[in-house]
């Protein structure tokens, strides 16, 4: 067990590269969610519709693969605290950045849900 005293909670190091980490996270989601909302905009079956998310299929994947992306994130980020605290470095940036982008995945999912539902 570690000793809470002796943390190093202020390593400007690995706030920085947990910061990038999750901007970088968040790029790539956004690219995903516009390839699959631009993918759900031109399919032949939704080409007389007036709404985008016209079927269950281009639904599904404009609301569940940038979310799945998020997710993907959250879990190398929280790989990576245990890295870290392994090697007793500053940890729980790395937790906050794992919890953070949970976080945006869920309410990701639940606006994407309540589009997809109306």
Do not use: H
């Amino acid at each position: 067990m570690g000793d809470d005293v002796g943390k190093s909670w202020n390593d400007d190091g690995a706030f920085r590269r947990a910061g990038m980490y999750v901007l970088g996270v968040i790029a790539v989601a956004g690219v995903v969610a516009v390839v699959a909302y631009s993918w759900a905009d031109r399919r032949e079956s939704c080409a007389g519709a007036e709404v985008v998310l016209c079927d269950n299929p281009s639904a599904l994947v404009v609301v569940l693969v940038p979310a799945l992306v998020l997710l993907g994130g959250g879990i190398g980020a929280f790989v990576r605290t245990y890295l870290v605290w392994r090697d007793g470095g500053s940890w729980p940036v790395w937790q906050g950045a794992g919890w953070f982008l949970f976080v945006l995945m869920v309410v990701y999912l639940s606006i994407g849900g309540g589009v997809g539902a109306s």
